[in-house]
């Protein structure tokens, strides 16, 4: 019994495809925001247990390995000084109007003419104030971006997205099929076709359908379904190049 625990260690589990995929996509986020903490220069709240005020700092730097973030000095002694014993606080900010929020506590201090800074271990996780936590991105007219699908018993069916994430999609069709969409929990072959990069085939998850009559058209919002590195690399670059073209919804 001895033996098979010690040789269970190298035997573990691997996490699902999915589960990896997913970690990616979190990551990927975690890692776009504080890039953009650190470029604007936004500040940061830091509070300690059993101090009722909160400091303030901004985030000067990011390891490109992902193991640490460098912090500018806590601007009160206090503080500092509970920063350099180790005490574990709460970094705070906002970012695109989302709060957020993760804790950590210093590894180790220096200074650079006399102005005091901080490592503090890369975040694994960061909790965000609502359940949306991957950008939007509205598609704008003058990009050709489409979706071409197959439903049960219809040719393949030609559709312009409206928006798109690392996660999801919005497509609208200029027919009604809402009954035919009502009935599906998902859309097994669904291939988008880019201006940017050749066409990459997904399978969807139906979240929500609706009907515009005055229009005659359908809107479908889906989560992208099974995903895989391949897929997740496609709509990373998709919406990288997207960024600059549009808003985020």
């Given at each position: 019994?001895?033996?098979?625990?010690?040789?269970?260690?190298?035997?573990?589990?691997?996490?699902?495809?999915?589960?990896?995929?997913?970690?990616?996509?979190?990551?990927?986020?975690?890692?776009?925001?504080?890039?953009?903490?650190?470029?604007?220069?936004?500040?940061?709240?830091?509070?300690?247990?059993?101090?009722?005020?909160?400091?303030?700092s901004i985030?000067?730097?990011?390891?490109?390995?992902?193991?640490?973030?460098?912090?500018?000095?806590?601007?009160?002694?206090?503080?500092?000084?509970?920063?350099?014993?180790?005490?574990?606080?709460?970094?705070?900010?906002?970012?695109?109007?989302?709060?957020?929020?993760?804790?950590?506590?210093?590894?180790?201090?220096?200074?650079?003419?006399?102005?005091?800074?901080?490592?503090?271990?890369?975040?694994?996780?960061?909790?965000?104030?609502?359940?949306?936590?991957?950008?939007?991105?509205?598609?704008?007219?003058?990009?050709?971006?489409?979706?071409?699908?197959?439903?049960?018993?219809?040719?393949?069916?030609?559709?312009?997205?409206?928006?798109?994430?690392?996660?999801g999609i919005?497509?609208?069709?200029?027919?009604?099929?809402?009954?035919?969409?009502?009935?599906?929990?998902?859309?097994?072959?669904?291939?988008?076709?880019?201006?940017?990069?050749?066409?990459?085939?997904?399978?969807?998850?139906?979240?929500?359908?609706?009907?515009?009559?005055?229009?005659?058209?359908?809107?479908?919002?889906?989560?992208?379904?099974?995903?895989?590195?391949?897929?997740?690399?496609?709509?990373?670059?998709?919406?990288?190049?997207?960024?600059?073209?549009?808003?985020?919804?």
């Open positions: 019994m001895k033996s098979f625990k010690w040789l269970s260690r190298f035997y573990r589990k691997k996490k699902p495809m999915q589960s990896l995929v997913q970690e990616q996509v979190q990551n990927q986020v975690n890692d776009e925001i504080l890039y953009d903490l650190k470029n604007s220069r936004s500040p940061l709240s830091i509070t300690f247990l059993d101090v009722k005020d909160p400091f303030v985030l000067l730097d990011i390891d490109v390995n992902r193991q640490f973030l460098v912090i500018d000095e806590i601007n009160a002694s206090l503080g500092h000084r509970l920063a350099c014993k180790g005490e574990v606080f709460t970094v705070s900010a906002t970012h695109k109007g989302v709060p957020l929020l993760f804790h950590t506590k210093v590894m180790d201090h220096s200074q650079i003419n006399g102005i005091s800074f901080y490592r503090v271990p890369f975040p694994r996780t960061i909790d965000y104030m609502q359940r949306r936590i991957t950008s939007r991105f509205a598609v704008p007219f003058d990009v050709n971006l489409i979706a071409d699908f197959l439903l049960p018993k219809k040719p393949l069916i030609r559709a312009s997205i409206i928006d798109i994430s690392l996660t919005r497509i609208s069709i200029p027919h009604n099929v809402k009954s035919i969409v009502d009935s599906l929990h998902k859309i097994e072959y669904c291939r988008i076709l880019s201006p940017f990069f050749p066409a990459h085939a997904f399978s969807l998850e139906v979240k929500f359908v609706q009907y515009i009559q005055g229009k005659q058209k359908t809107v479908v919002g889906c989560q992208f379904a099974q995903l895989d590195n391949v897929g997740l690399k496609f709509l990373s670059q998709l919406v990288t190049r997207l960024q600059p073209l549009t808003r985020t919804i």
